[in-house]
């Protein structure tokens, strides 16, 4: 019944498939852009091309002189918080029935080290305040202030992933600003500003996208023919290197494939504005409430209206490139 679902929201009636098809064959595919790279950065430049235009940036310098950059490897990790259980998450995408973040397995943080290390294991950890259990870890990095201000101090978080790794497409929750630093290993990005959620074929009450963006590097085409609005979508691609930091501006839709086992850290700031900071409360409070209340009461009904809500708003993107 819900592949039947997924199938039926790209049905289109005669009228409309005509329209899409004549729309799609001005546009191949996604519309990407490199993203701007630089060693250093002044504020003002920063505030002012980046910043306050909400436009992705990475900084090449800007850990390299932090302790962390030299100090911080899988083996330290292992060392400090070896013996802290985490919670571990695979490829397999979510579908809209999974509560927002399910863990598939979990293991001790040394245990998950030693698999990644072995080669090519696609088990990642997000949102793991190693902080908490490491608060020497703490000294390891300077709050880049000059950049921006906001920033949530309690909760600097560490990524890591395996080789063939996968975040699939979303946007945090919180709407913050994020300045995410690779330290280990290389990972590839695609970036899309919050405009494009209904090119990316949001979930309704949800951060993550429907479409499938897996193994993306390796296919390079997406299935168009099952979310045509993509090929309407304009981003942003790139690769990050160990050292390399990341300016992800709030709202930013983000796929993350990891080339190599490696780890990072996000520094997250919140918005200026009131407005900024109401909608990420609600997010995290009311919107995100609604969903899981609604997937465990009523399952159907609610996955079957969210189907409903992305096809119409996929074909209203899809008709705005045709006239």
């Given at each position: ?72 490897s899988w083996d330290y990790f292992k060392q400090i918080v070896g013996d802290k259980k985490v919670a571990l998450y695979n490829n397999v995408k979510s579908d809209a029935y999974t509560p927002i973040n399910t863990a598939d397995d979990y293991k001790t943080f040394g245990e998950y080290i030693d698999m990644i290390q072995a080669g090519p294991a696609a088990w990642r950890i997000f949102l793991f305040n190693i ?193």
């Amino acid at each position: 019944m819900k592949a039947k679902a997924e199938i039926n929201y790209i049905l289109i009636d005669a009228k409309e498939l005509r329209i899409a098809n004549f729309a799609l064959a001005k546009r191949l595919e996604m519309q990407l852009h490199p993203v701007d790279r630089i060693e250093n950065i002044s504020s003002e430049d920063f505030k002012n091309n980046y910043y306050r235009p909400q436009k992705p940036l990475v900084i090449t310098e800007l850990a390299k002189s932090w302790p962390a950059y030299n100090k911080w490897s899988w083996d330290y990790f292992k060392q400090i918080v070896g013996d802290k259980k985490v919670a571990l998450y695979n490829n397999v995408k979510s579908d809209a029935y999974t509560p927002i973040n399910t863990a598939d397995d979990y293991k001790t943080f040394g245990e998950y080290i030693d698999m990644i290390q072995a080669g090519p294991a696609a088990w990642r950890i997000f949102l793991f305040n190693i902080f908490d259990h490491a608060p020497q870890l703490i000294n390891d990095f300077t709050w880049p202030e000059h950049l921006m201000t906001g920033f949530v101090k309690k909760y600097p978080m560490l990524f890591t992933g395996g080789e063939t790794s996968i975040t699939h497409m979303h946007f945090d929750i919180d709407l913050s600003h994020i300045l995410h630093t690779q330290f280990g290993g290389r990972k590839r990005v695609l970036l899309f500003r919050h405009e494009e959620q209904h090119n990316l074929y949001r979930k309704p009450f949800e951060v993550l996208s429907l479409a499938d963006f897996s193994n993306y590097y390796t296919n390079r085409t997406p299935d168009y023919e099952k979310f045509p609005a993509l090929k309407y979508a304009q981003g942003y691609d790139l690769i990050l290197n160990p050292g390399d930091t990341l300016f992800m501006p709030a709202g930013y839709w983000h796929h993350m494939e990891y080339l190599d086992s490696g780890f990072a850290m996000s520094l997250r700031a919140l918005q200026n504005s009131l407005g900024g900071k109401a909608q990420g409360v609600w997010n995290l409070f009311g919107m995100r409430s609604i969903d899981t209340v609604l997937k465990k009461t009523a399952p159907k009904w609610w996955y079957d209206y969210k189907i409903k809500k992305i096809d119409k708003q996929a074909r209203i993107e899809i008709k705005k490139f045709s006239n």
